[in-house]
Structure formats: structure tokens, C-alpha cells
């Protein structure tokens, strides 16, 4: 013990020095008599006038200081004491007994429906202690702040802790939302189906209850600051009223670390979001282990959000600890407290109240005599800031009321508080999912739930849930509380105001083409989108989102009338005002604009998207991002895009691994549409021409919120991915009769060959499809070979369209049931068959399967690099070239040309020479 307390004593000492403010420690006292009469005085400022006026007098002398050249620094950290005065705390409004009882029963219900979750034959788990220790934390909300859908201004928007969800279960369950089936439910979503709950908040399973898919730590911070950024949008350009509307962000200190959580704190603080509160519940541990053992992850987190333009709120300790700190009149008790780590903290939350006496309060004489008249018990009591009402309670008002910035709430907490020895502040708390018997008895005495011995030993793997019934003083207290503040939260509801989709003409820039001009399919697809957005009805729908590079992509054209959105305006003269395409921003303006910044244009997209259900005004949200730092790079956040049900398109332009002449490597997007493959909500198309991206665009449009499609056995809830390139072609004028039906499904046929001779089939998408046509030609005149060229718009919806079918026919033996589509445009089709993309060969893979001619594709495996598209096409060998030598080894191979011809065009075309290669042009930016 002495060896330990040795230790405790060294850590709290010389290790943890860099977690002080330093504001003194690095200059000489020269005279220390005057130090204690500015500090003596200060504290009868303190005594006879309160905090608020000290507060002032400071901030006043730290601003004369500043103007007088004295360095000050700038105070990023304070003391490891509550922000909030004692003094300055507003007044707890509720009935504390009563919401002390059902807060109980919550944690009680929340601890038993995980535990049950848990028994032997069902064993799919859950986590206990995330909620138990932050029960307080939500409970104020909900008592107090957070507004459901009802409430005058429209309700707030909450995001909880993914591992917190059982409390919230538990919450419903009180509110009769939930009956005992249900949470008997938890985790077993197909199995107990209409009586399941999913495992943490999934709007995709529970539609009418999860709002925000929060689990992918990380996530849940950075769309809630774009949730309110998007507010501000709606409000702004006038499609809604948010100005009373507050956004709650509930996050772990562990998930604090995560680059998502920190890196787009800057946005709220530079638009003054303060209708944000992020509230961090610190209970000093990560999943497995403490979050900072040396350091202290509260003062850090205060320094980083203090920096980054936030207003902090710190609540540290709880009320018990008041009177010990208004008597620590020299200050010993909050030094130990700057320099306890949080290691320590911990440790001391797994011990006991005595240990508490020893290695903490026996550092010092002082701090030793301050609790001499304390039992060990009114020790081990004295709770930690975010277990206590009154002070999550003041610190809560104190956020909705500031305005100018954004606030965090700092809350310090204890995990797995009140589950027992076994339990609390422990390494291994986060994977504990069962209480033993012991525990079960300890948790109840604790909360003082009225549930027998005889009750628990009867089953220890099925103890009950408890509720007083809806007659009972606290739970009609309870409702009320949700009554008065609008209903219950969380709730996801889906009905909108109507949208009225865009006039027929709105199309007509698609199907017309390019005339004689050259236009890449960016172009195209931004000459479709600014007559969508000029469409008097639905133009204002349309959210434009851009991380950056608008102009690479032609999009500068809407600068001078959509606007860039900016919430101050623009207050700067514009480097380019004379320019017909001048940058512009605007309070009004349509154009969102992140910067570089993918993660946070996703999170954008997802708050757009999904206007239609948290504010009832849908937005089509169209993000535009820059070859493969889309879904390469914020594949996760897609995901949880998915899992919210967010509506929108997705544009992937500059496309292609050999499109980017000059780019190279982490540009040359090659695989894409394989990674979107993976989200069942992402529709992916690769267009090949304007016309083809018109019937698909109005196809989607029609999908979301299309009149139609209300029972359209499908899903509205997608997400269009068009991939869209930057090498300018003649764009072709739609054709007569085209198969709109084969555009929407993924493959019709573009062009027959005009040549009798050998049959074939060249499937060409996006880019490949003008050098496919290139080869049908040389096919026929050098060769005497008929090629059909079939452009494919999707192999990912084709692939899933065949692979529905063989369900189908698995799950329906003996019965006749449908062919893939593909198969079915592609019966008579005669010869093999050559796929080519300018995507690795496994994107037309896909579809290999269904189709029963010889089948062989071309792609673009490998690394991408820096050069010319044509040698960048011949070394990856799905060029013009390659195209005709493929089709001719297939044919060679069943006799049907010159065993030698393939040879002999290798020879003729230069194949192995990369500079050869003739496929493509120059044009286009990159």
C-alpha cells in the first residue's frame, strides 16, 4: 500500500505539470506580500459583490492589459472546478424526488433489458454502463429541454450516444411507448420482428423512433454541427423557421479523440452556431481503458474547444462538493484536483471512501482536515458534477441561453455508476453485459427498486422489469413533462410538405445534346442541373454541395445567381467582382460550400437529405466531389447517410482511372462504384451520355418524391451515384425510340453494326463507350467482324437485378420464375462478349454470372499515374485497340476468324507500345 500510495503521490506531482493552465508558473514572484493583496482583494470582491460582477472586473483589467502591452496569455484551461459559480446556478425547476424514482426505474429497466439480452440461448448482448452513468445527463434533457415534434418552434434535434440506447428504451417503456415484448426485443431484430429493437440508434430499423445514427464514433459530432448549420440554411433562404430549434449532440470523451469529432468544430464556431450544444459525457474512459491516464481529458478537451471559438462549460464536481471548496481557503483542495490524473480518478471510483481519504485528501494537512468531520461513506458520496441535477441542470439553461457560439458541456462522470464494485470505472465495463446475482441484489438496493430476493433468485438470467404503473405520481409527472415539451423524443417522423418535381422542359438541355460542339459529361450533367435549379417550383428545393474546385467543374456559373451560402454575407471586395462568373456569397445563398472538406460536405448531404423528415421541407441535396474523395474516402459517413435515409445525388466527377491526364496516383479513380456497390441504399450509375443522365436524374427524382411511387415496392430512400468524366466529347442528341426502360435498368443497344461477318458484343459504360463504337468501326472495316455496341449505365444495378432473380428462383423451386434483365436484352445477342470501363475489371464483372455468351472484360487494375490518357489507356489495355484484339481472340478461339488474327492486330496496332495509343483526347480540366 505505501509502494502505492508512493506512486500516487509522484503521478500527481512532477508527471502531470503540462495539465495546468501555466499561467503563473513560468514568471518570478518579486513580490509576494502584493500577490496576496491583489488576491485578497479579489476574494472580497468575490464575497461582497458575487462571480458576475468579478467576471467583469477581470475580463475589464484583461482587456486594459491587452491594450497596454501587458502579455497576458490566453487562458485555455481553468481550474478543475465548475464553470458555473455557485452563486450563478439557476434554480432546479423540477420535482427532484420524482425524477430521482423513474430515473431509477430507467436504469434499472435499461441494466435488466441487456442482462435478459444475454442469457444463455440468446446471448447477442448489449452495454450496461454507458447509460448508468450518464442517466443524469439525458434525464435533465428530457425533463426539461429537449423539444419534441409538437412543440411550438418545431422540437429540437437529438443526437444520443450510440451505447446509451437501452436508457432510451428505457425511457419509452416509462412513456408506454414500449411494452416488455418490445424489450425483450433488443437485438434480435428479425427473430422477435414487430417486437424488436435495434441495437443502437438506427433510423434505417426503427423509422419511427431513431432520428441520428450516432455508433460510428465520430460521426454523430460532425453531422450534428451540419445539422445545425443546415437549420441556419433553411432558415435563411427562407423555407423554414429553425430559429427556435436547438441542437443536442451527446458524445463520449474516448470519442473525442476520433478526427471527426475535432475537425469541423471550426464551422460552428465561424458561423455562430449557437443553436449547438455538444454535451461530452467524461467519464475519463475509453472502451478498454482510460481515455487520457496521465493527462486530464476535460482540460484538454476545455483548451481545444476554447481554441477553436466555442463557449465551455465545465461540470466537474457535483453539489456536495461546495462547501469543501468554499472552505478551501488557501487553495490546496483544488490544486490536488489540478493535479490528480485522470488514471487516478478512476482508480479512486473502483476503491473505496477510505482509499478516497488517503491518497487523495491525505496529500495535504489541509485538504486532510477539510473532511476529518466526513464518515468514509459522505466521502465515497461526494459525486461527480454530471451525476447531479442541479448542476447539469444550470449547466444545461446556461447553453440555450448564450449566444454568439456554439457551447460544449464538459461532464464528468463515473461509467457504469451505481452497477456495483464490479462494475464502476472499471477497464472492462464496456464489455461487461450480464450483472451476477450478487450485483442484481447491490443495483437494486442502490436504486431502491421494489423487486424481491425471491423474485431475482427465481431466474437470475430473466429479472424483472419494473414499472409503477401509469397511475402513479411520478410517471404522470413524467408525461406531463413530455407534454409540455412537445412529445416524446426521440422520434423520426416522414411526412412532408408536398414537392412539386421539375416541368418536362427542365430536361430538354439533356436530350438535345451538344450540336457540333464538345462537352464532357460533367458539363452535360451542370447544364441539367442549372435548368433544374431555374425551374420556378422546384429549383429552390435543390441544395448544391461542393467541398471545392467549382470551377474545374463548370459550377462557377452559379456564383452570380444561386450564391454561395454564407450566413454573414460577403463583407470583403471579391479579387474577381469584374468577372461575369464572380465569386459570390450570400445569407440567402443556394451553394453550399465546405471547402476541402469531404467529411464535412457528407455531413451536409445527410442534413439536406433528410430535411424532408427532421423539418418536413424536403431538400435534394446534389454533391459534386472530385474523383475518388467521395466514397473512397467518407465511405463510412455514406453509410451512416444511408442509415438516417438521406435523399440525394451524389455526383463522382473527373471520373475514371485514365481521365485525370495529369494527376496521378491518389486522383485515378478506379473502383468507386465497387465501394458504392456495398451500400444497399446507393443507386450507381455510369452514364455515358447528357441524355442518358436526364431520364436517370428525372427517374430518381421520381423514386423520392414522386407522386407515383408512394407503395413502389421500393425504397424512396436512396441515394443516386453518377459517375460523371471531364473529357469533352460530341454530345449525341437523344436518339428516336430510345429504350428508356434499358437506360433506368442498366444496359440498352446503342448501336448496331453495320458489317455482316462473325458476330459479337461490345458492353461499354461511361467514357468507354465512344471507344467502343471506335472499335465496332475497325472491327467491320479491318476485320470483317459485326459488333453491337450495348451501352451499360449501371453493372451495379444489373448485378442487383440478377442477383434478385436468383433469389426468386431459389426460394420458388419447380416454379417459373423471371430472367435478369441483362440476360433478357441480351437473348439473340449473338458471339462473346467484351465489357469494357475505364474501372477495374471488376465493376463489369459484376455481371458475368448472367450472361451465358463467352464473356471476358477490360478495365484499368493497378495504381493509376501522371500521363496522357491514350498512353494511360494502352498500358492498362482497355483502349480502342484492346477492345478489337479481345473481340478477335474470342472469335479466334471458336474458329470464327484467323487463328492468327489476334496476333497479327497486336502487330498492327502497337499494343505493347504505350505510345501508340490513340484513344481519347487532350481537352478537359482537371
Not at 51 to 61: C, D, G, H, K, V
Not at 90 to 118: D, I, K, L, S
Not at 606 to 616: F, L, P
Not at 673 to 685: D, G
Request: glycine share 10%; aromatic share 10%.
Amino acid at each position: 500500500m505505501n509502494a502505492r500510495k508512493e506512486r500516487l503521490d509522484v503521478a500527481a506531482g512532477e508527471d502531470t505539470s503540462h495539465i495546468l493552465s501555466g499561467l503563473t508558473n513560468q514568471l518570478p514572484d518579486r513580490d509576494p506580500e502584493e500577490t496576496a493583496e491583489w488576491v485578497e482583494s479579489l476574494d472580497a470582491l468575490i464575497r461582497e459583490q458575487g462571480t458576475e460582477r468579478a467576471q467583469y472586473i477581470m475580463r475589464s483589467l484583461l482587456q486594459r492589459a491587452g491594450a497596454q502591452s501587458v502579455g497576458v496569455p490566453m487562458v485555455t484551461t481553468t481550474d478543475y472546478v465548475n464553470t458555473i459559480p455557485v452563486d450563478q446556478e439557476a434554480q432546479f425547476p423540477g420535482n427532484e424526488e420524482y425524477e430521482r424514482r423513474y430515473r431509477a426505474y430507467m436504469r434499472w429497466n435499461a441494466a435488466v433489458m441487456v442482462h435478459r439480452a444475454q442469457r444463455p440461448e440468446i446471448g447477442v448482448g448489449g452495454h450496461i454502463s454507458t447509460y448508468a452513468g450518464a442517466a443524469t445527463l439525458y434525464e435533465v434533457g428530457f425533463n426539461h429541454f429537449f423539444r419534441g415534434k409538437d412543440a411550438p418552434g418545431g422540437g429540437d434535434q437529438v443526437f444520443f450516444q450510440g451505447h446509451a440506447s437501452p436508457g432510451m428504451y428505457a425511457r419509452a417503456f416509462m412513456e408506454g411507448r414500449l411494452s416488455e415484448e418490445d424489450l425483450d426485443g433488443f437485438r434480435q431484430e428479425k427473430s422477435k420482428e414487430g417486437h424488436a429493437l435495434s441495437s443502437y440508434p438506427h433510423p434505417r430499423l426503427m423509422p419511427n423512433f431513431w432520428e441520428f445514427p450516432t455508433v460510428s464514433m465520430g460521426i454523430g459530432p460532425m453531422n450534428a454541427i451540419y445539422q445545425a448549420q443546415n437549420n441556419r440554411y433553411l432558415h435563411n433562404r427562407g423555407l423554414k423557421d429553425t430559429s427556435d430549434q436547438q441542437v443536442w449532440a451527446f458524445l463520449g470523451d474516448g470519442e473525442m479523440d476520433e478526427p471527426e469529432s475535432r475537425g469541423l468544430l471550426q464551422l460552428a464556431a465561424n458561423e455562430n452556431l449557437d443553436n449547438l450544444n455538444f454535451v461530452i459525457n467524461c467519464n475519463l474512459q475509453r472502451l478498454d481503458g482510460p481515455v487520457r491516464g496521465n493527462g486530464k481529458i476535460m482540460q484538454e478537451l476545455e483548451a481545444f474547444f476554447r481554441g477553436a471559438g466555442w463557449n465551455v462549460i465545465k461540470v466537474v464536481w457535483g453539489r456536495e462538493w461546495d462547501d469543501l471548496l468554499t472552505r478551501d481557503t488557501d487553495g490546496s483542495l483544488v490544486k490536488i484536483m489540478n493535479e490528480t490524473p485522470d488514471g487516478d480518478y478512476q482508480t479512486y471510483k473502483a476503491e473505496s471512501g477510505g482509499f478516497v481519504r488517503e491518497h487523495f485528501f491525505g496529500k495535504t494537512p489541509q485538504t486532510k482536515d477539510l473532511v476529518a468531520d466526513l464518515s468514509d461513506d459522505e466521502i465515497w458520496n461526494l459525486k461527480r458534477g454530471g451525476h447531479d441535477y442541479r448542476k447539469v441542470y444550470a449547466a444545461y439553461k446556461a447553453a440555450t441561453e448564450f449566444k454568439g457560439k456554439p457551447t460544449v458541456i464538459l461532464a464528468k462522470t463515473v461509467k457504469g455508476y451505481g452497477l456495483g464494485p464490479h462494475f464502476e470505472g472499471r477497464n472492462a465495463t464496456h464489455q461487461m453485459k450480464k450483472l451476477t446475482l450478487d450485483d442484481l441484489k447491490k443495483f437494486r438496493d442502490h436504486l431502491r427498486i421494489p423487486v424481491s430476493d425471491e423474485q431475482l433468485e427465481k431466474d437470475p438470467y430473466r429479472p424483472p422489469y419494473y414499472h409503477p404503473g401509469t397511475d402513479a405520481p411520478e410517471i404522470k409527472y413524467l408525461l406531463e413533462r413530455r407534454a409540455a415539451l412537445g412529445g416524446s423524443v426521440p422520434e423520426r417522423r416522414s411526412k412532408h410538405s408536398d414537392i412539386e418535381l421539375p416541368e418536362a422542359k427542365s430536361y430538354e438541355v439533356a436530350k438535345r445534346g451538344s450540336g457540333k460542339q464538345q462537352a464532357a459529361t460533367t458539363m452535360a450533367f451542370v447544364r441539367l442541373l442549372k435548368d433544374l435549379m431555374r425551374d420556378k417550383n422546384f429549383g429552390k428545393h435543390i441544395a448544391p454541395i461542393i467541398p471545392d474546385e467549382a470551377r474545374t467543374f463548370g459550377m462557377d456559373a452559379f456564383f452570380p445567381t444561386a450564391k454561395i451560402y454564407n450566413p454573414g454575407g460577403q463583407n470583403y471586395l471579391s479579387v474577381d467582382r469584374d468577372l461575369v462568373l464572380a465569386y459570390k456569397e450570400s445569407a440567402q445563398g443556394q451553394l453550399i460550400h465546405p471547402g476541402i472538406n469531404e467529411a464535412g460536405a457528407v455531413a451536409a448531404f445527410t442534413a439536406a437529405g433528410t430535411a424532408y423528415a427532421t423539418h418536413g421541407v424536403p431538400l435534394v441535396p446534389v454533391y459534386v466531389f472530385y474523383s475518388m474523395f467521395g466514397f473512397q474516402r467518407t465511405g463510412d459517413a455514406f453509410w451512416a447517410a444511408a442509415d438516417q435515409m438521406t435523399r440525394g445525388f451524389i455526383i463522382g466527377a473527373t471520373a475514371g482511372r485514365t481521365t485525370l491526364t495529369g494527376e496521378g496516383l491518389q486522383h485515378a479513380d478506379g473502383h468507386p462504384p465497387l465501394l458504392a456497390s456495398t451500400n444497399p441504399a446507393v443507386v450507381t450509375y455510369d452514364p455515358a451520355y447528357g441524355y442518358e443522365m436526364g431520364h436517370i436524374v428525372r427517374d430518381g427524382l421520381e423514386r423520392m418524391y414522386g407522386q407515383g411511387s408512394e407503395g413502389d415496392n421500393g425504397d424512396r430512400n436512396l441515394m443516386y451515384y453518377l459517375t460523371v468524366y471531364n473529357e469533352p466529347i460530341v454530345q449525341p442528341a437523344e436518339p428516336e425510340n430510345l429504350d428508356v426502360e434499358g437506360v433506368l435498368k442498366g444496359i440498352y443497344k446503342l448501336a448496331d453494326s453495320p458489317a455482316e461477318g462473325p458476330k459479337s458484343q461490345i458492353l461499354a459504360s461511361g467514357v468507354s463507350v465512344p471507344w467502343a463504337l471506335e472499335a465496332q468501326r475497325i472491327l467491320a472495316e479491318d476485320w470483317g467482324v459485326s459488333a453491337d455496341v450495348w451501352s451499360v449505365t449501371s453493372w451495379n444495378e444489373l448485378r442487383r437485378d440478377g442477383l434478385a432473380a436468383e433469389e426468386e428462383a431459389f426460394l420458388n423451386p419447380g416454379k417459373d420464375t423471371r430472367e435478369p434483365f441483362v440476360t433478357r436484352q441480351l437473348a439473340g445477342a449473338q458471339g462473346p462478349v467484351v465489357a469494357v470501363s475505364d474501372y477495374m475489371k471488376a465493376v463489369p464483372d459484376q455481371i458475368r454470372q448472367f450472361i451465358p455468351n463467352e464473356f471476358a472484360t477490360l478495365g484499368a487494375d493497378g495504381f493509376g499515374f501522371s500521363d496522357t490518357r491514350a498512353a494511360a489507356r494502352r498500358y492498362f489495355k482497355n483502349d480502342t485497340h484492346s477492345i478489337v484484339v479481345k473481340t478477335l481472340q474470342l472469335l479466334a478461339a471458336k474458329g470464327e476468324v484467323d487463328g492468327n488474327a489476334p496476333a497479327q492486330a497486336i502487330e498492327k496496332y502497337r499494343l505493347l507500345n504505350v505510345n501508340a495509343g490513340t484513344t481519347g483526347n487532350a481537352g478537359g480540366e482537371s
